[in-house]
């Protein structure tokens, strides 16, 4: 995958950044996720692939962006696409933090193509590959990671989305001592981070969307990270939509490369403040933004701060 086309997936995810946080606070959390991806999809038309979403049409209404829709501009390489215009919709809304917009990208067949149910997910770092395993209880993966390291357990920082459902697990990891960030939204960025080297973040715990998880899984590959994620289900229904895309096995653990592999490129934008990215700050006539791309082939890891100017990008002065 050419480095040129990483940097253009940037244009992308900064767009439907900048979009989406002029809805910050407003309480419109579909509006939100509608203006990114209306965004994410007009600037998508000036990108030279021809690129079939996989994964990431969340439903909400008015959404311009489907499953097994057509991006780019019909020139360049053939891909597919699993995205979220804006992960973290609901704190966007509320003016929460961790709101990002994220793309990753791959030749056909790499990423795999989610259905929109629930995921239980683990993610570590390269310094922790390998020793982790999603059928173990917590404490396990918890003292594994601490020794591989090289940390005391009461200095592991395990970062979980605060729902409900997650009490117990949280109670479970507060026995053996670890910090536990909570997140209220976007585990995109928890995975991401807890990948990413000197980041406070060890671990990535919990359950939350599996299309999500495809795209944290595009991340971490490129990270040279690990993940393990298998489907959670609520009810009959949940497992007919697995059965649907043909999978037979409806309590596989799905690695890493199952999730995501080959020449894979990613970007992310930040939307509000978080664990990963700063979010959009405004200034008169303008606005900044702060992105990070990536590629599996190198594993090069580029910081982007922009300044963009309204005057001379009519789209953004809306």
Do not use: W
Request: glycine share 10%.
């Amino acid at each position: 995958m050419d480095r040129n086309l990483a940097l253009e997936l940037v244009r992308v995810t900064e767009a439907a950044a900048l979009f989406a946080s002029r809805l910050m606070g407003r309480g419109d959390a579909d509006l939100a996720s509608k203006s990114a991806a209306e965004a994410m999809t007009q600037v998508f038309s000036s990108v030279s692939i021809k690129g079939t979403v996989i994964s990431g049409g969340k439903q909400f209404p008015e959404n311009p962006i489907r499953r097994g829709m057509v991006v780019g501009n019909n020139t360049g390489l053939e891909v597919h696409i699993a995205l979220d215009p804006l992960d973290g919709k609901t704190t966007c809304a509320n003016g929460g933090n961790n709101a990002i917009s994220a793309i990753a990208m791959a030749e056909p067949g790499a990423l795999f193509s989610a259905p929109p149910i629930y995921m239980e997910k683990i993610a570590v770092g390269s310094d922790a590959k390998g020793v982790v395993d999603i059928t173990e209880p917590p404490e396990i993966n918890i003292k594994r990671v601490a020794r591989a390291k090289d940390k005391y357990i009461e200095d592991i920082t395990v970062c979980i989305l605060d729902r409900e459902r997650h009490l117990g697990l949280i109670e479970a990891i507060r026995k053996t001592g670890a910090r536990i960030k909570l997140i209220n939204d976007g585990d995109i960025s928890g995975a991401i981070a807890a990948a990413m080297a000197n980041n406070p973040i060890d671990i990535l715990m919990g359950v939350g969307g599996a299309m999500e998880g495809v795209i944290a899984a595009a991340a971490i590959k490129c990270l040279g990270g690990d993940m393990q994620a298998r489907f959670i289900y609520r009810n009959e229904e949940d497992r007919e939509i697995v059965r649907s895309t043909g999978e037979t096995e409806c309590d596989k653990i799905y690695m890493l490369d199952d999730l995501a592999r080959g020449n894979i490129v990613f970007a992310a934008t930040g939307v509000t403040n978080g664990e990963l990215l700063p979010g959009v700050s405004f200034f008169s006539g303008g606005a900044q933004t702060h992105s990070l791309v990536m590629r599996a082939k190198t594993h090069t890891l580029r910081m982007i701060s922009a300044l963009h100017h309204f005057d001379y990008k009519p789209m953004y002065g809306v």
